[in-house]
């Protein structure tokens, strides 16, 4: 079996990779990885990261038929996505970055589902939106599984706390969990952690799993898989 973060080191850069060859070495890993552990492929979902990747660079995606795409920054995301949308009605845009509340009123404007919604003020700012605009971006609530202090995401002992606060305070649903591992640790104790709370919740999204390790994450219970590199390339180091 190859190292899935050796062969990323082998990427080319974004710009240079072969987006629809890495589309469909992803679709193939993904149905493997879903049939090894009995699972059904058409639930799970790939998000394709588009982050630092300029318009032209995601048009082959859309044209090979791909429609999900994931952004991390919400200016790049507005200069990006309307042109690319009137192209293509039926994308579907996932806001994966860490979200600051003053950029609630684009970010309920343009994507159909944000995976990091992590503190009250920023759920209190997605209310204030969803009301105001009419729009209803499906919510997931981002865990730091790893309790790292500088990491985005609630504590895995307050998702209870953060979930009936967003319902009972803001009239919020909320869909789903997300999270990101440490870099440094092995993945799937924090996916297994993550779907532990997502049971516990009865919370049906699950958004785990990124280039380096969306087989194992696929393995635990994924449902929305969020891959950039293995598709469009390395990214310059910013992303
Ligand atoms: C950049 C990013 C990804 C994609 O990472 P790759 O390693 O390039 O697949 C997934 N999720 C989030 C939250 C990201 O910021």
New binding site residues.
């Given amino acids: 079996m190859t190292d899935p973060a050796a062969a990323?080191d082998d990427k080319p850069p974004v710009g240079e990779a072969d987006v629809a060859a890495g589309l469909a070495e992803v679709r193939a890993a993904m149905q493997r990885a879903a049939q090894d552990s009995e699972r059904d492929p058409a639930s799970v979902h790939l998000?394709a990261?588009s982050?630092t990747v300029p318009a032209d660079g995601i048009l082959p995606a859309l044209e090979a038929g791909h429609r999900l795409f994931?952004e991390?920054y919400i200016q790049e995301s507005v200069n990006k996505w309307p042109a690319l949308k009137e192209r293509f009605p039926d994308t579907e845009l996932h806001f994966?970055?860490p979200l600051q509340s003053n950029k609630a009123r684009e970010a309920v404007a343009l994507f159909d589902v944000i995976?990091?919604l992590d503190r009250l003020s920023l759920a209190a700012a997605l209310a204030k939106e969803i009301d105001r605009s009419g729009r209803t971006p499906k919510l997931l609530i981002q865990v730091n599984t790893g309790d790292e202090t500088q990491k985005a995401g609630v504590a895995p002992d307050q998702v209870e706390t953060l979930l009936a606060e967003c319902r009972e305070t803001h009239g919020l649903a909320i869909q789903g969990l997300?999270c990101?591992p440490p870099a440094e640790d092995p993945p799937s104790p924090h996916f297994a952690l993550l779907a532990r709370l997502s049971r516990e919740h009865g919370l049906p999204i699950l958004s785990m799993g990124?280039?380096?390790d969306?087989a194992a994450a696929i393995q635990m219970g994924a449902t929305h898989v969020?891959?950039?590199?293995?598709?469009?390339g390395r990214?310059a180091k910013r992303?």
């Avoid at 969020?226 to 469009?232: E, L, P, S």
């Fill in positions: 990323l998000v990261v982050k994931g991390n994966v970055g995976h990091s997300m990101i990124m280039s380096a969306y969020r891959v950039g590199t293995a598709i469009f990214r992303g």
